[in-house]
């Protein structure tokens, strides 16, 4: 079992930069697949950013690369989402995810894929 809790959001003009965090309790945390995914209202939670257990592999949407840059402290049980050159899109509620589970070949962008999830965490970018 794993709790996550988000935190780092708020409001910030288009071009700022924020910095998300997601603590995570529980043991095994270093052996998760760790996620951040985005939902705008009235739009469906889409992915941002995804990393790999050992932190060798990172993920990306298109929208955000080289723009946000996903890391993780696994002695800290916390994972991060830098967010640079921020734009009024970007405006979301973010939540962060863990998985369990192995899937061959995934880079991991589906909810259906994580089984834990964070509250989310309010970004407002003005423009």
């Known amino acids: 079992q794993v709790q996550l809790v988000e935190s780092g959001g708020g409001l910030v003009q288009a071009g700022g930069s924020l910095r998300l965090s997601c603590a995570a309790s529980?043991?095994?945390?270093?052996?998760?697949?760790m996620g951040w995914f985005r939902q705008a209202p009235g739009k469906e939670r889409e992915f941002v950013a995804a990393?790999?257990?050992?932190?060798?592999?990172?993920t990306y949407a298109d929208s955000v690369k080289g723009r946000f840059s996903i890391s993780r402290d696994n002695a800290k049980n916390t994972l991060y989402l830098q967010m640079n050159n921020l734009k009024p899109e970007d405006t979301a509620v973010y939540y962060c995810?863990?998985?369990?589970?192995?899937?061959?070949?995934?880079?991991?962008?589906?909810?259906?894929?994580?089984?834990?999830w964070g509250q989310g965490t309010q970004v407002t970018v003005s423009s």
């Open positions: 990393i790999s257990w050992p932190g060798r592999s990172r």
């Open positions: 995810a863990g998985s369990s589970e192995y899937y061959s070949g995934s880079t991991y962008p589906w909810p259906s894929e994580y089984d834990y």
């Open positions: 529980g043991r095994t945390f270093s052996s998760y697949v």
